[in-house]
Nanobody, 115 residues
Framework: QVQLVESGGGLVQTGESLRLSCAASGSSASIATMGWYRQAPGNQRELVASITRDGNRNYVDSVKGRFTISRDNAKNTVYLQMSSLRSEDTAVYYC?????????WGQGTQVTVST
């Protein structure tokens, strides 16, 4: 089992920045890929960014050049640095950890970008 605790969400204005953090505990040494998903009202949950244990990163096109995912394996923590935020980035952001074929999720943190 892996437990994930997110922090760092909040209310910001267009163009501002936020940093999300997600700390893993439990069987965290078995985690392969960690990532951030988001879900806006009425929309499906979508992958925003992911990072493997080796540091290989993947981003959805809409955040490329604005968001950066990073990972500290020693602290079992993954970060999402979000810059140049837009109103369409408003969503609940969920941390994800993958252990073999199992997916674990955090409770979600709200990010609201006002115009």
């Amino acid at each position: 089992q892996v437990q994930l605790v997110e922090s760092g969400g909040g209310l910001v204005q267009t163009g501002e920045s936020l940093r999300l953090s997600c700390a893993a505990s439990g069987s965290s040494a078995s985690i392969a890929t960690m990532g951030w998903y988001r879900q806006a009202p009425g929309n499906q949950r979508e992958l925003v960014a992911s990072i493997t244990r080796d540091g290989n990163r993947n981003y959805v096109d809409s955040v490329k050049g604005r968001f950066t995912i990073s990972r500290d394996n020693a602290k079992n923590t993954v970060y999402l640095q979000m810059s140049s935020l837009r109103s369409e980035d408003t969503a609940v952001y969920y941390c994800n950890a993958r252990v073999f074929t199992l997916n674990f999720w955090g409770q979600g943190t709200q990010v609201t970008v006002s115009t």
